[in-house]
């Protein structure tokens, strides 16, 4: 019934004004024909084609009439007492207009008696008929705009003022609450029950989305409540910080979905930049690949030790000029960006003749796995030939560190990509041994989250797309 009452409500004007006069048509002529029966005015008639002429003229004349008084011109969805009012003036007018046509046609059944039950029931059925539709118009747009039916799991100090939040909020309703605590569960904030997680599943059809405000428990314990609410299928967010729960400015648009990284079960490591100041401030760093994933979240973590400058390098010049802009608003660092190979052994020269480098990341390399196994020649160019020309002038000019951004795949490699980092790793492991004044050294990194050549995006995106 919805959906046709929606179908209907998309039509255009006209189509929806001539819906209007098929039923306006209906009535006039089911009000006729009862009032008729009524009164046995048929078994008094001889020739019947004087009824049919009489409610021929009659319907015809009664719609001309609701035509040019602005009947169905006005919005059916606000309907009020004065448009009542209206139909009873319009229909005063068919009323007169029938005893003239009951006289042209001899028509000697049309008394005060039949005119006045007929006027009854047509004002009546005409009104009722706008009243439903309204009325059905109204909760079709009451469904279709309704209230988002949040549950909130937690139901202690966070979870209440994440209720009291969300009631100063428009087009939301708090159908329950859910909390672990055997201690709450039974009890009640502001009459809406405190249930265990278990019944999450019972009430499902009624929930559109549910929202975790327990910030203050730890990534396993978050893990494992995730674990258990994965399977029901509801849109799960949390609230972001307990900060905001102090300041009590949490709003639904805050709240943010759980993430992939959520359900690793491992806090986030924190730097020590008591050990790590020292080695960064006022020294020259570079950056090979700068404007890659790896690359540039390491030239955002460096630019908050306020090296003296930083030497961006990286072959793709959109990703160049994106880092050099976020980098540039940080004035008391040295910009240099540098278009170019690090697999282009005069290039990386002329960089290292120029430049007295202290500090060297190389992030520089093709990591996706498909892509490499296709193009071997290239992978093994560009991710070798870059490493042994950085190591090669980096021991020359007696560098500081150098730092190999290598992967978890070359273990034991199975691929091209893990194969070539694994000669990339025994490269620095030989200029290890033979350099007297440079640390070189490696950190393998897993699946970086959210970089261009992590599978996890891949994932997301099957996810969005029901897979």
Known sequence: MKKIILKISNLNYKKRRY?????????????????SWIFDIFSGIKSFHTVNLF??????????????????????????????YRIIIRNLLIIIQLIIISFLFNFEYFNLKFAFTFFILISSAIY?????IRDLLKISDHKSNRKTRIAIYGAGAAGNILYESLLKEKGYSIISFFDDALDLQGRSIDGLRIRPPSEIIRFRDQIDKLL??????????????????????????????LKN??????????????????LIGREDIISRN?????????????????????????????????PKTLILIERNEFNLYSISEKLNNVKTTNIVDLLGDA?????????????????????????HVPIVEKNCIEG???????????????????????ILISSDKAVRPTNIMGCSKRICELLIQYYAHKSDYTLFSMVRFGNVIGSSGSVIPKFKEQIKKGG
């Open 55 to 84: 409610i021929s003229y009659s319907l015809i004349s009664s719609l001309l009439i609701y035509i040019f008084t602005g009947h169905y011109e006005s919005l059916t969805k606000f309907i009020s007492s004065v448009s009542f």
């Open 274 to 306: 008591n050990l790590i100041k020292d080695d960064l401030k006022d020294k020259v760093i570079c950056i090979t690949g700068a404007g890659g994933s790896i690359g540039s979240e390491i030239c955002n973590e460096l630019i908050k030790y306020n």
């Open 212 to 241: 975790i405000a327990i910030p203050s428990i730890d990534s396993l314990a978050r893990k494992k409540i995730l674990e258990k609410l994965k399977t029901i299928g509801l849109p799960i967010l949390e609230i972001p910080s």
């Open 19 to 35: 819906i209007l006069i098929f039923l306006d048509s209906f009535i006039i002529i089911t009000s006729l024909l009862i009032t």
């Open 380 to 402: 093994f160019k560009n991710n070798i030939f870059s490493t042994r020309n950085l190591c090669e002038f980096a021991n020359h000019h007696k560098i500081n560190n150098f």
């Open 245 to 262: 729960i102090v300041d009590k400015n949490i709003r639904i648009e805050g709240l943010k979905s759980i993430e992939i990284k959520d």
């Open 128 to 132: 009722l008929l706008r009243i439903v």
């Open 343 to 367: 697999a282009d052994k005069n290039f990386i020269k002329n960089i290292f003749l120029n430049y007295k480098i202290d500090l060297l990341f190389h992030a520089a390399a093709y990591k």
